[in-house]
């Protein structure tokens, strides 16, 4: 059983950044491949973007460029640094860890990108 706790989320402005952190318990935290996915209300829940455990990346279309999806395996932990926010950022984020069958997912922290 993986745990995940995403962190981070706030109310920013246009143009901001902001680093949303996702702790993961479990020692095998390593060979996961490890996502972040956002919904916005109303709308399905879609990939933002994904690191494998040999930290190779893929981003949506959406956010290349803006934002960068790293991973220390020495703290468990994934990130997604954000930047030139817009407003078409905001949703709620969730963290993903799958390996194999399994697939985990965090409770989800809230982004508003807003004047």
């Known amino acids: 059983q993986v745990q995940l706790v995403e962190s981070g989320g706030t109310l920013v402005q246009p143009g901001g950044s902001l680093r949303l952190s996702c702790a993961a318990s479990g020692s095998i935290f390593s060979s996961y491949i490890m996502g972040w996915y956002r919904q916005a209300p109303g709308k399905q829940r879609d990939l933002v973007a994904i690191?494998?455990?040999?930290?190779?990346?893929n981003y949506a279309d959406s956010v290349r460029g803006r934002f960068t999806i790293s991973r220390d395996n020495a703290k468990n932990t994934v990130y997604l640094q954000m930047n030139s926010l817009k407003p078409e950022d905001t949703a709620v984020y969730y963290c993903?860890?799958?390996?194999?069958?399994?697939?985990?997912w965090g409770q989800g922290t809230q982004v508003t990108v807003s004047s």
């Open positions: 993903n860890g799958r390996r194999l069958s399994y697939n985990y």
């Open positions: 690191i494998t455990p040999g930290t190779s990346t």
